[in-house]
């Protein structure tokens, strides 16, 4: 069996230098003779005998065109391109003349190679790119048939260094010539045209559409969901697109290809919308509840509980002026007044220093707090593309706290006093109407604020003590003070109209 191999191999490479010789040796006449077999005799005045050679172009047979004659100019050939079809047909030999003999009024499909250096791109991004350009067509040149035309000869460029045209060229917009001669593509250009395709399929992950994807888009678009409809309604193109059978112009692709034009249009004016710089005034509402950590009995005298309130405030926003960075557009200032009330209601029980309440003093001791706030703040809200946009805030303010401490018959006012304190705080917008020009959002701040009230301007605190412990805070030159630590936490809602 292996002598028999080595004799065939033999053989085969006695019949390849055979041919060599006969070639090199075939000069005018023969070389002529074997050329005009392979053309069709009614294009010898254009092909002529030497001006062709057999070649495969993606497992397609072609002629090259080694020399262009005038003939071939005029017709817009050229010196290296590969004639794959006339008229459709292939190869170029089975081609008949339909308007009488010797009619040479045909259309070539063409393989051309274009010199020139290209980046070098993912199929995906390639695929993108193409169809941003697409779009940018007019509105007649946006048909099945090129959009799978420029997909194709976009990837093979890119690859190939060529692509695939027709000759004489056909008009601008004008499919006819393409659907009747080259559809399908070459082998070589519906290859690429299924990689590019099928890379732009693989770019995102979204479920299957079981109702098709036209149908898909249409439900993505009625919700708003831009970036769904967008990639619902490509992929409808590429399905048409792919297709040979579905590339002549229709209605099914205009819906899809408006449906792709409006989800991307749609997406760009949110987006600009989102990122918009803030409005330079607006009017804030504030609601919240807070809650206070009972005051430590040492401190007071007292023995209280922790105390969760309700808060208010209100106030203006207001903008950069401009000019400046733009990062500047992002601060704003934030004025406001509101109040904090808390309650916290007595623990003292017996006598003692803790929770036991000082002899006959059990049930009274506690005390009611209405804190005023009036603060200035920055806030800042960094523009993102994003529907909920997050914000931070902080500053200073002043705070007037009125503190009344219960007794048997009531409450009586233990002290007032206006001390200055920090808040800080953040949160995030959760809805936005434009129509009602109105901004929800949803945050906090802690307030960091302590009262220290010497024992003679606060006589009702000890009339009032609820334990017997004598032990308080003792500060500033050893004078005795009551502490009063109001920090505390606020959680609630933003409202802003911005007119």
Not at 105 to 110: I, L, N
Not at 194 to 209: C, F, N, Q, W
Not at 234 to 260: H, K, N, T, V, W
Not at 472 to 481: K, M
């Amino acid at each position: 069996m292996a002598r028999a191999a080595i004799l065939a191999i033999a053989a085969i490479l006695t019949l390849l230098a055979a041919g060599s010789v006969a070639v090199a040796a075939g000069e005018g006449e023969g070389a002529g003779a074997a050329d005009s077999q392979r053309v069709n005799p009614a294009f010898d005045e254009l092909l002529p005998s030497g001006s062709v050679a057999d070649t495969t172009i993606g497992g397609e047979s072609g002629l090259r065109l080694l020399v262009a004659t005038e003939a071939a100019h005029s017709q817009g050939l050229r010196s290296g391109d590969v004639l794959l079809a006339v008229d459709g047909v292939r190869p170029l030999s089975a081609w008949r003349p339909t308007n009488g003999p010797g009619a040479t009024a045909v259309t070539w499909t063409v393989w051309r190679y274009v010199p020139g250096d290209r980046p070098v791109l993912a199929p995906a991004v390639l695929g993108r790119r193409t169809l941003d350009e697409f779009t940018a067509l007019a509105p007649a040149e946006r048909t099945p048939m090129r959009l799978a035309l420029m997909l194709a000869n976009r990837a093979t460029l890119v690859r190939d260094g060529a692509g695939v045209l027709l000759l004489p060229p056909a008009a601008s917009g004008d499919d006819a010539a393409w659907l009747r001669c080259a559809n399908p593509m070459p082998a070589v250009s519906e290859s690429a045209l299924a990689e590019v395709s099928t890379a732009l399929l693989k770019r995102v992950r979204i479920p299957p559409a079981t109702g098709g994807e036209a149908a898909a888009a249409r439900a993505d678009l009625d919700a708003r969901r831009f970036v769904e409809a967008e990639e619902h309604a490509r992929r409808a193109l590429l399905e048409i697109a792919r297709d040979p059978a579905r590339r002549a112009p229709g209605p099914e692709f205009d819906r899809a290809l408006a449906m792709y034009v409006d989800a991307q249009e749609s997406a760009a004016r949110e987006r600009e919308d989102l990122l918009a710089p803030e409005a330079r005034f607006g009017f804030v509402a504030e609601g919240q509840v807070g809650r206070i950590q009972a005051f430590p009995a040492q401190h007071t005298l007292h023995v209280v509980d922790n105390s969760t309130g309700w808060a208010w405030a209100a106030g203006i926003r207001l903008g950069w002026p401009g000019g400046g960075p733009a990062v500047l557009a992002d601060f704003s200032l934030l004025a406001e007044y509101g109040q904090v009330r808390n309650t916290f209601e007595s623990l003292a029980t017996g006598p003692g220093c803790g929770e036991e309440a000082a002899d006959g003093q059990s049930g009274v001791g506690g005390f009611s707090s209405t804190l005023q706030q009036i603060t200035g703040e920055i806030l800042y809200r960094p523009r993102v593309a994003s529907r909920l946009k997050p914000y931070l805030r902080g500053g200073v303010g002043a705070f007037p706290l009125r503190m009344l401490v219960q007794a048997r018959e009531g409450y009586r006012v233990a002290f007032e006093r206006t001390n200055v304190g920090f808040v800080a705080g953040g949160g995030i917008d959760m809805l936005r109407i434009p129509a009602a020009h109105l901004r929800v959002g949803v945050g906090g701040t802690y307030r960091v604020l302590k009262y220290k009230i010497a024992k003679e301007n606060a006589p009702e605190v000890a009339s009032t003590q609820n334990t017997e412990c004598s032990v308080i805070t003792t500060v500033d030159n050893n004078d005795a003070l009551y502490l009063f630590d109001m920090d505390g936490w606020q959680v609630g809602l933003m409202l802003t109209f911005e007119p």
